[in-house]
């Protein structure tokens, strides 16, 4: 399934969380305390590619793109901003994020 990155980052509230974490990581996959539990719990497997900057591909098959986890839409869009391409693992549980990328 393909879904659209986040078009306003600015009204995302897990955004600009994942994007300092991505960053200040210096090259290590980080874990993002997101302040909020509750919502999806689990793991989720995206691929962002060169060939799309829209939309990042996923292994979640949904009937409405919308019902999408906004937490890993965020995730997905602040992994294209930083510029970086493949396929990643991201995790939620309780309030935290773990992002790490596949082989």
Known sequence: ???PH???TGRSEFYPKIRESLRQA???????PLDKTGGYSGDVTIAILHTNED???????????TRFPARIRAAATALRDAGLRGRFEIDHEDGQL??????
């Not at 210096?26 to 993002?32: E, I, M, R, S, Y």
């Not at 773990?98 to 082989?103: G, S």
Request: aromatic share 6%; proline share 7%.
């Open 1 to 3: 399934m393909n879904i």
């Open 6 to 8: 986040l078009t306003h």
């Open 26 to 32: 210096n090259g290590a996959w980080p874990v993002v």
């Open 55 to 65: 939309e990042v591909e996923t292994d979640v098959e949904l009937g409405d793109w």
């Open 98 to 103: 773990t992002v790490r990328q596949q082989p």
